[in-house]
Structures are given as C-alpha cells and as structure tokens.
C-alpha cells in the first residue's frame, strides 16, 4: 500500500479530534511537483533557495504541530495515570477486603468502570506512538521524494533534526504503556481460562467492533507494517517493531469482560 493511502486510512481510523494534526503530506507533495516541474533551478542559485526555504518553511510548520498536539497528550496521559492509580488504591482501601468498608459489591462495580478507563487509557497510547511512527515516516518519505525531484540534500540534516523533537520521542509513552499493562495483569487477573476457538471468536467480534479499541488494533498493524525490515529499509527508517502475536491479543484482551475476584 501507498504511503498517502495508509496516511489517510490511519487517519480515518484515529480518534475524530486527531484528524487534522497529521502531517499534511498531500500538500507537500504538490509543492514538490510544483517545484520539480518548474524551469531547471541550479543548486545555490536564489531560485532553488527561495523554493527550499518554502518547503522547509511548510515543513517546520508541521514539525511545531507535531510537537504541540503530542506535548499536550503526553502531558494530559501522566496526569490520567497519576488518577487512575490513585481510584485504584482508593477503591481498595474503601471497599476492598480489608479496606473501611469493605463492599464486594461496591468494589466490584468501582473496579469494572476502572478497568474500562485503564483500556481506553492503554488504546490512547498506543495510538499516539502510532501518531509519532507514521508521522516521521511521512516526513522521511516526503524528504526522499523531494531530494529525487530537485536533486537537493536536504533529507538527510533535517531528519537528524527530526530525530530531536519532542514528537519523535515516546520512550514515557512506551513506559506508560508497559505500566497500564501490568496494572491489567497485577489487579484485573483473569479468573477463568478461555479455549483457542473461544478467543477466537471473541477477538473477532472485538476487531469489528466501533471505538478506541478497533483504532489501538489498527494502530498496532500499521505500526508493525511500517517499521518491519523491507526491501527499501534503510539508515532513514524506523527499526522493525518485531511485535510478537501475543501484542496485538494482549490488547483483544484488555477489551474482554473479566471478572473482578
């Protein structure tokens, strides 16, 4: 598949409110051709300066996007963490065994609503990391078209530059992530083993399904997809994802109804 067509279906599977701070690929490459189609412009001349400094203007544009949209997610994830912890501990206190209250009932409803919280938390996630993945993508791709087009150097410093933006690095996403992860496993246990046709058919129905659950699916195949060594890999891609099969049922998993003990 085509990168502009994996850009649009990614952004048609996202969440509605992120739809428009992907990367204007689109617009770029028209710029490109515009440029690549006008008369011959020798490199260093103040033509080919002037049609650089455009496209390099209309990229930074996207890269101060890229970076504000991601900032305030990542900001707005650690303060959702920090809460969904702290119901956690709350719920266990009050109504738990041995909490001041203690309410099978109560805590089995306060845990329910918070383990929904804590996999639509999960799917946000990974769909930002997605966000980073195909938005760096889109840029080296767009660089490559445009240094082939107008024989220009120019994809080659700006990734490096790239490389050093806040969008570009998800190592506290990654580790809210493996943490919202293990919060599933250490407080929501599963309380009953399911047979290989009974997952089956529930990850089915779940893959159909409408929400954050079908986008974080998707996310996870489309990150796979594009960071997966290739014919075309090279020093400018993103290293293999290499997820194993178990990733992407962790997450069909997330989403199951499980009983709280």
């Not at 952004?11 to 990367?23: A, M, N, S, V």
């Not at 994809?155 to 690095?169: A, C, D, E, G, M």
């Not at 293990?182 to 399904?209: H, M």
């Amino acid at each position: 598949m085509k990168f502009g067509k994996r850009l649009k279906q990614q952004i048609q599977e996202t969440l509605p409110g992120w739809r428009d701070k992907f990367l204007s690929y689109k617009d770029l490459k028209k710029l490109v051709k515009l440029i690549s189609s006008a008369s011959p412009m020798i490199s260093g001349s103040l033509e080919y300066g002037k049609a650089e400094a455009e496209f390099v203007y209309l990229l930074n544009n996207e890269i101060d996007k890229f970076n504000a949209f991601f900032m305030e997610q990542e900001e707005d994830f650690i303060i959702r963490h920090k809460e969904l912890q702290q119901r956690i501990g709350k719920v266990i206190d009050t109504w738990g065994s041995n909490g001041s209250q203690p309410s099978e009932t109560d805590y089995n409803e306060e845990m329910a609503m918070i383990r929904k919280d804590i996999v639509d938390f999960h799917g946000e996630m990974v769909l930002l990391m997605n966000y980073s993945n195909i938005n760096y993508t889109g840029l080296a791709k767009i660089l490559k078209k445009y240094d082939k087009r107008t024989g220009g150097l120019l994809r080659s410093p700006y990734i490096q530059k790239v490389l050093h933006q806040p969008f570009f690095t998800t190592d506290l996403i990654s580790k809210l992530v493996k943490e919202c992860e293990s919060t599933i496993d250490s407080v929501f246990p599963p309380c009953e083993e399911k047979t290989s046709n009974q997952l089956g058919e529930r990850e089915a129905i779940r893959v159909a399904g409408e929400g954050i659950f079908r986008n974080t699916v998707a996310a996870l195949l489309t990150m796979q997809e594009i960071r997966k060594g290739s014919s075309t890999y090279g020093r400018f891609s993103l290293p293999p994802l290499n997820l194993p099969e178990s990733d992407v049922t962790l997450s069909l998993q997330l989403n199951s109804p499980i009983a709280i003990p």
